[in-house]
C-alpha cells in the first residue's frame, strides 16, 4: 500500500477537488486507488461517487467495529471510494479515540488490494490528532496551498518552514500551488517566487480554472470532463509525478 496524505493548513484551498481529480488520473494511469475521506464535511464522495445514496461510511464503520471496506463504493473512473459518512457526535468522538496509530494503520491495510495500490486520503484542514498519525503513516504528504497572500503569509512558518526548505530536509513532503491565475500579478509574483526558490518542494500548480469546479459541481472529475483544459493538464503532471514517486519500480523520468 502507498498511503497519499492530502492536507492543507487553511480550509477551502481545493484539497477535495484534487483528491478527487488525482485518483481519477492515478487510476487512468492503470494503478488501482481507493481514496478516502477523513473529514466530517463528507464531500470527496460527492465528487466521486455521486449516486451513492447511502451514508455508510468509515466513521461509524470504525465506532461500530466494522472493517473499512463495508463503506467502500465504487466511484467514478474506476476509483474505489472510502466516504466518511454521516456519523453522530458520540461515533465521531469515538473514531477519534479508536484510530491510535497500529488502528490507522490496519483500518488502511484492510483497504489494501494490491502492493502498490495508492490509498489517497482527503483531510480537514490544520493539525488535528487523525491528521498527524496519518501523516505518521504517510509515503507521501501533499499540502495544499492557494497562489493568495494568505496562504503566502503562513507558508515562511508553517511546519518550522518545511515548504521552502531544500526538499533534501524532507523529500516526502510536496507542496501543491493551487488556483494560480496568471491574469493577476499576486498570482503570477507567488508562482515565479515558488519557481524560484522552492521548484523542488512544489511538485505542481494547478491553475484557476472555473471548467474545474463546474465539473466538480457536477460530479465529474476534470480530466473527463474537459481534458485539453489547463487544470487538467496540471493535474495529469501532478499524477505523473506521483504515479513515478510510488511506483515499485521507478520509471525513468
Ligand atoms: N483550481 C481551481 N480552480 C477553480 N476552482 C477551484 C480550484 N480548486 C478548487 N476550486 C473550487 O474551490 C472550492 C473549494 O474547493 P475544495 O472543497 O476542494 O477545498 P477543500 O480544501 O477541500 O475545502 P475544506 O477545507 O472545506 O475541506 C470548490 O468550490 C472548488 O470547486
Ligand atoms: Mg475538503
Known sequence: MVLVVVSSPKGGVGKTTLVANLAVALRRRGRQ????DFDSQNALRFLLAPEHEDDF???????????WTSAVVAGRGGVRVAPYGEATTPERLRMKDLLEEDALSEALSSLMRSDDEIIIADTTPGEGRIQQRLESLADLKLIVLLADAGSMALAPAYRDGLLLRPITENPTTF??????????????????????????????????DEALAE??????????AAPQGLSAGDIEAIAGRLDRLTSREPVAS
Request: glycine share 8%; charged share 25%; aromatic share 6%.
Open 215 to 224: 465539473a466538480a459541481a457536477r460530479g465529474e472529475s476534470i480530466v473527463e
Open 57 to 67: 461510511g468509515i466513521a461509524r464503520c470504525t465506532a461500530r467495529g466494522l472493517p
Open 175 to 208: 507542496g501543491v500551488l493551487n488556483q494560480v491565475d496568471p491574469r493577476r500579478r499576486l498570482s503570477r509574483d507567488i508562482s515565479e517566487f515558488i519557481a524560484t526558490h522552492a521548484a523542488d518542494r512544489f511538485i505542481g500548480i494547478v491553475h484557476y
Open 33 to 36: 486507488v481507493t481514496a478516502v
